[in-house]
């Protein structure tokens, strides 16, 4: 989702703007631009579409442009407005002098849009950003400071906001502030850098401030001032970014999705290094404050998370369950947050999501903290806001996930909630030993296994090849494995845009089987367990309506040749780590199928890598 950069000091500010959008354009956006001081002049451009057709559009204005020190810029995911240059960030005033960038939403736009225009104000876009431009302009002429006038501005504004603004009468001074929406200003040598997501900014600096809601930072190319809006002055406390300086390498492969599918064997054997040494070995968390007396009075555990994340949760829940004896209740954030939920001090509430920013998650685990509960966070981003506010955090530890479509971060949540199962389980002494020891045992194996399916990935390939030009799927499994239709089916939509849906296999026969014929393939993950034979009985109901049968499959059994006209075969493996397995040829199709059919793998349409809006 939309990304903001700032810079101020005595470097190149548009190579450093252009760098930090292109750093952060695995977001996912549709629109760029930027803002700089030029000889005492702000100068724009902005553009629709990649950050290619901002940089072409400057190109012809670079040489004059190269001697600005300071400026905004943005990427734009559109929410208010079609994705059009009109509509691209930064907004100007109907002077022209103050220019914003913001990622957020103001709620309450249409208000303040009447209330200006009918003091003059000239409206160019459709955004519900602009009217912040014209809000800080005419403060501005009020009170003469800028930083006083993005006070008062943003005391006008109900929604969530991250703000990097500039005047054109105030030299030397950038102005940010947030709320609800994260944004960091990095601190370097005689220069300081804004931000929204770390990856902008960390080729510069290390150093950086996090500012916190209702903050405003006034920044020089030689100071850091902060206060809240009330105007008390706040130290800025200095942190060092737990981050390398981040290569958005390929490193050789077509996509970043296929390079991140690649390195999940290597995730999970670091994820293991860290907290799991052996079969015979305890489980480490250290960031996980759950003690013996907090068990002992849990009533439930809720899981809240969104898109894949809930689907790592959904498997979460089967283990949890099946090795501590605690219920698990599982809720798409989005729906949690707008009903009466009954969560309280004796309810573990465990918020998933991969960049620990997304809206619906942050709002439902800040919903449940105020009623008491312990709130445990499992993100691939301990940097992010709802890290910072979690009781107890598992870092997933996938590294920095460029491609839009979740792969090594799902199966690190997915490792982690493993993890959590068998720690609790430990603490509250329902370890069945044996079941633990082999699933110890299981986990140490997985990178091997899934090196092994990565290393026959042409067969997948194949697979996708003749699928590709099918306009649905049915994506069919049951118990652990559900989960598993659930992401097959997602990857499949979210990078192909087919229309792909993942089922309980026993529901087939209750409404969607009356959609099968021969235009529909049915992929059925059949992994060996307690459910097998089921699901062997519905993928027979679905062959009997001629319906295109793939298998995923970890059986050897010979007949299902006969029964399946693919089969995608993996090695072995118990079934309550089967998900971890099963989901690795999953990807591979989704990726393949979207390939042959041309489409922007990494950045699909419409999406975007970190959702900060509800
Ligand atoms: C799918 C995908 C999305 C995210 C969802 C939640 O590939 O990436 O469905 O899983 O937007 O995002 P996080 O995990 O960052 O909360």
């Not at 894949?308 to 605690?326: N, P, V």
Request: charge should be negative.
């Amino acid at each position: 989702m939309c990304g903001i950069v700032g810079y101020i000091g005595k470097g190149c500010a548009l190579d450093i703007l252009l760098n930090g959008l292109s750093k952060q354009e695995y977001r996912g956006y549709d629109s760029a631009g930027v803002a700089l001081m030029v000889n005492d002049k702000i100068e724009v451009f902005k553009e629709e579409g990649k950050l290619i057709n901002l940089r072409n559009k400057i190109k012809p204005h670079a040489s004059k442009l190269l001697s600005s020190h300071s400026g905004i810029g943005h990427i734009r995911w559109a929410t208010h407005g079609a994705p059009t240059t009109l509509n691209a960030h930064p907004h100007q005033s109907t002077c022209g002098k103050v220019v914003v960038v913001h990622n957020g939403i103001i709620e309450n736009f249409k208000e303040l849009k009447e209330e200006l225009e009918k003091c003059g104000c000239k409206f160019k876009s459709q955004t519900d950003t602009e009217v912040v431009a014209h809000l800080v302009a005419q403060e501005f002429a009020k009170v003469k400071n800028l930083t006083e006038a993005v006070c008062l501005a943003t005391k006008r504004l109900e929604g969530s906001y991250a703000l990097c603004i500039m005047h054109q009468d105030v030299k030397d001074t950038v102005v940010a502030t947030k709320r609800n929406a994260p944004l960091l200003v990095g601190v370097g040598d005689g220069e300081y850098f804004v931000a929204s997501d770390v990856p902008a900014i960390i080729e510069y600096t290390k150093k950086a401030v996090y500012l916190e809601d209702n903050q405003v930072a006034t920044i020089h190319s030689d100071f850091l001032g902060i206060m809240d809006v009330e105007h008390n002055i706040i130290t800025p406390h200095i942190e060092v970014l737990p981050w390398e300086s981040v290569s958005l390498s390929k490193m050789g492969y077509k996509h970043f999705m296929l390079k991140e599918i690649h390195e999940q064997p290597d995730i999970i054997r670091n994820i293991l290094a860290d907290k799991l040494h052996s079969s015979d070995s305890d489980v480490t968390l250290d960031g996980v404050n759950i003690d013996k007396v907090m068990l002992k009075h849990l009533n439930r555990i809720q899981v809240v998370a969104c898109g894949t994340s809930l689907h790592a949760a959904i498997i979460g829940k089967y283990i949890i369950e099946t090795l501590c004896d605690i219920a698990v209740d599982i809720e798409p954030s989005s729906e949690y947050i707008y009903r009466k939920t009954l969560t309280d001090k004796n309810t573990l509430v465990i918020g998933v999501s991969q960049s620990g920013e997304t809206a619906d998650t942050l709002t439902a685990v800040r919903q449940s903290k105020k009623r008491g509960s312990h709130i445990l966070i499992i993100t691939n981003r301990p940097d992010s806001t709802m890290a910072r506010e979690a009781d107890s955090l598992i870092p997933v530890n996938a590294g920095i996930e460029v491609s839009v479509a979740a792969t090594k971060s799902y199966i690190a949540q997915v490792m982690s909630f493993y993890l959590l199962a068998i720690h609790i389980a430990q603490l509250k002494g329902t370890v069945d030993e044996s079941l633990t020891a082999a699933l110890k045992h299981e986990l140490i194996m997985l990178p091997m296994k899934i090196e092994s399916i990565l290393s026959h990935k042409e067969q997948i390939a194949e697979i996708a090849k003749i699928y590709s030009g099918f306009k649905n799927f049915v994506f069919i499994a049951r118990g652990i494995n559900y989960a598993t239709a659930l992401e097959g089916a997602l990857k499949l939509k979210e990078i192909s845009y087919i229309n792909a849906t993942g089922y309980p296999a026993g529901e087939l026969k209750h409404g969607p089987i009356a959609m099968l014929d021969e235009t529909m393939p049915v992929l059925s993950i059949l992994m060996t367990g307690s459910v097998y034979d089921k699901i062997l009985s519905n993928s027979e109901e679905a062959k009997a309506r001629n319906a295109r049968m793939i298998a995923l499959t970890d059986s050897e059994d010979e007949k299902l040749d006969e029964l399946f006209e693919h089969i995608m075969r993996v090695p072995q493996v118990h079934e309550l780590v089967s998900p971890i397995i099963a989901i690795v040829p999953l990807q591979l199709l989704a990726y393949y199928i979207a390939e042959y059919l041309g489409k922007d793998v990494d950045q699909p349409r419409n999406l975007a890598k970190s959702v900060t809006v509800e």
